[in-house]
């Protein structure tokens, strides 16, 4: 309901932001949620709003909707593109805690964290008015030194931060301890290419080839970052995360 999204090959139809998707149901279910990839809306697969929707549903607006209370929707939605950057530095915030090498910065990350969930118990004017720019610095500052103690340990650390590696030919490339922040990796070449401890947070995977890759360890790699990408049987990442179920289970020719 909140987002917009236009024709491409993510979706099949354009959207406008507060208007809700014809395949929205009464129940607020999506009535193709099973289908999405086969009916062209593969971009819905990797959309995660980390657990915004429902803080901002459930507990900011006491379990009000907008349809139920269509006063407080356009507010809803605002308030909610607030929150989902709120919760997404969260989970951010969290991974890095979870970070042995970030030990000496612990503390930080730990006051970093109390004080980003305290915003999102706000109420709603307050939220809106939160100078998220400032709080993303401040915590970006940590995230980096974290990234940073992360990848100490690999004697080869490129930097390719916010490098334009679109369809680039990655194959077999030795990654281990990159930086790739913020790369746009859209359909780039990754085949067995060796992404272990390297920083992904909020690199663009969509539509690269990660057959036979290793990202195990990759730093701030997401779910939805994989879900993005294309693989195999052969790939891979830390157990917390889950093959994407377009994957197929087998490996393939390289």
Known sequence: MAPAFAASADFALDKPAGRPCVNLKQDFRC???TELRERGFPGCTVFDCFGAGQQVAQVTY????WRRTPGVAAEMFDVFAVMRQLHELLWYLAEARTLPAARPIRAELDRAYAAT?????ADPEALLK???GAVRQEANVLLLRASELARAGYK???DRRGADLIAADLRQVDLRGASLRGAYLIGADLRRADLRGADVIGADLRGAN???ADLTGAVFL????????NG????KFAASFHRPAHWPDVSRPT
Do not use: N
């Open 117 to 121: 969930e305290r915003h999102t118990r």
């Open 130 to 132: 939160l100078d998220f």
């Open 232 to 235: 195999d049987g052969s790939t």
């Open 222 to 229: 997401i779910q939805s970052q994989l879900d993005a990408a």
């Open 156 to 158: 080869k650390k490129a």
């Open 210 to 212: 990660l057959a036979g």
């Open 62 to 65: 006491g379990g009000r909707d």
């Open 31 to 33: 009535g193709v949620h």
